[in-house]
């Protein structure tokens, strides 16, 4: 599961018209909103008001599954080293000019990336494997048990209500 041209430049095009990834990090799994930079994927979050990144530390690898934006199917899955970007520096500049243009309703558009630079962190997830084979079986996880039930039959005497109303509608 290395990476090569081929696998890479998947990876960036699938990433980079994926409006999100579902990142799985130490034993978290969320989907986030990203920005494609400089070979790489970008996340934002963990400040107020921001998408929270559980399980994504500085120096950890992560999960990465992308899916097709048209379909919603899978089409790639990678593994990436997370690094996490100080503040300020060239980098940081780099991903939050694009991380910017992707925010929707942000709460104070001029201020954001001050904010951002105080009380979030930015990740870096650079690809490191690849894999475009499909799991053997469903990833989909077992619905919590609930009381709640779907519809249940209609009563017997209710279209005959709902008939009788529509009537007296159309005379009045």
Same mark, same amino acid.
């Given at each position: 599961? +290395?990476?090569? +041209?081929?696998?890479?430049?998947? $990876?960036?095009?699938?990433?980079? *018209?994926?409006?999100?990834? =579902? ?13 494609? %930079?400089?070979?790489?994927?970008? %996340? ?7 998408? &929270? ?5 500085? #120096? ?5 599954? %992308? @899916?097709? *934006?048209? *379909?919603? #199917? @899978?089409?790639?899955? =990678?593994?990436?080293?997370? @690094?996490?970007? &100080?503040? #300020? ?6 991903? $939050? ?9 942000? !709460? ?9 630079a105080r009380e979030c962190r930015v990740l870096r997830l650079e690809p490191v494997a690849a894999s ?16 709640? $039930?779907?519809?249940? !039959? %209609? ?6 209500l709902l008939l009788k109303r529509r009537k007296a509608d159309r005379g009045a």
């Amino acid at each position: 599961m +290395t990476l090569s +041209t081929l696998d890479l430049a998947l $990876v960036e095009e699938a990433t980079k *018209k994926s409006g999100l990834i =579902w990142v799985r990090g130490a034993g978290a799994d969320r989907a986030l909103w990203h920005a494609w %930079v400089d070979g790489a994927a970008h %996340v934002l979050g963990d400040g107020p008001g921001e998408q &929270p990144l559980p399980g994504l530390a500085d #120096g950890a690898t992560a999960e990465v599954t %992308v @899916r097709s *934006k048209d *379909k919603g #199917g @899978r089409l790639v899955a =990678w593994t990436a080293a997370v @690094r996490e970007l &100080p503040p #300020g520096g060239g980098a940081w500049e780099a991903a $939050v000019a694009e991380l910017k243009g992707k925010r929707l309703n942000a !709460p104070d558009s001029e201020e954001m990336t001050a904010r951002w630079a105080r009380e979030c962190r930015v990740l870096r997830l650079e690809p490191v494997a690849a894999s475009t084979d499909l799991p053997d079986g469903s990833l989909a996880a077992v619905p919590v048990g609930s009381p709640a $039930v779907t519809r249940r !039959p %209609v009563p017997a005497g209710l279209p005959k209500l709902l008939l009788k109303r529509r009537k007296a509608d159309r005379g009045a």
